[in-house]
């Protein structure tokens, strides 16, 4: 295959992955920038400049980020199955726009929970246990999945308002490095009720989701799972805060796209709001 024919396979490739989901129309950004580089090289190989064999070499040392696995990672993962997010998952499933350094990887070793506690959460509430990252937040995210349906998965397209500039607290609110063990379903006897009357169905063990960590766990599990889709009914009210002091709700996660709203605490908006958990 001549040089011209690989590049029109790149391009090939990257369109039918933009169609399909599997990259953002900002990657696809990045790639015609850097095909921007690729003139030179091309020219410079059909001249016989560069030698296929230093070409594919360089080209098989670019491989995707992989972490090693520590023995606590591989406990949990024996419990979890495929509820367990590695570090490499992590990043694999944020599109390659994460790195943990060795400093993180150290935080993230050991698992803090027992085994009896992750099959307990995996019991009553189909959790999900990712690792956090302080370069994340729900602004990073919405730029990184986009909002355009024929790219999945996405945010909804027309609920731009936490994004402009109304210093929203919880946009730019980052997770700190370690592991983050969430509940993925409503607890039951939650809906209908006010943000408040819902905290009072929170035990000692657990805590209300954050914004973040319900919107990671949308997106993790999508991109992990199959395509699988939680709170595609219902929103989860979270911890975070707006601008205005409205309780933050994170959920419909249909092919739109996912959705952030924001309401009054004290109201039940008719059952679209429900509780979900974080283990402390």
Known sequence: MSMIDAVLLAVSTVSDALRKGRITPLAVQGFVKGAEQFGPIAEAYQRGDIDPADLAALAA???????????????????MGKSFISPTAFCQALRG????????????????WTDEVLREELERGDAILFPGHETLTMGMLRGLFGA?????????????????????????????????LVRTKIEEGSTSKTWHDQGKLIPDTHR????????????????????????????AWCEDVDAGGYRVGVGYFGRNGL????????????GDFGLLLSRK
């Open 61 to 79: 040392k670019v491989k995707p980020v992989e972490y090693p696995v520590s023995d606590d990672q591989k406990r949990a993962a024996d419990v």
């Open 97 to 112: 726009r994460v790195r943990f350094n060795e400093e993180d990887l150290e935080k993230l070793a050991a698992v803090p």
């Open 148 to 180: 355009d349906p024929e790219v999945q998965p996405c945010f909804y397209a027309d609920n731009s308002w936490w994004l402009e500039a109304a210093g929203h607290p919880f946009r730019d609110q980052p997770l700190e490095v370690r592991w983050y």
């Open 208 to 235: 209300r989701h954050l914004a973040l960590e319900v919107t990671l766990a949308c997106l993790l599990i999508y991109r992990t799972q199959g395509g699988r889709r939680i709170l595609e009914e219902m929103y």
């Open 259 to 270: 959705y952030v709203n924001a309401d009054d605490p004290s109201d039940d908006w008719d």
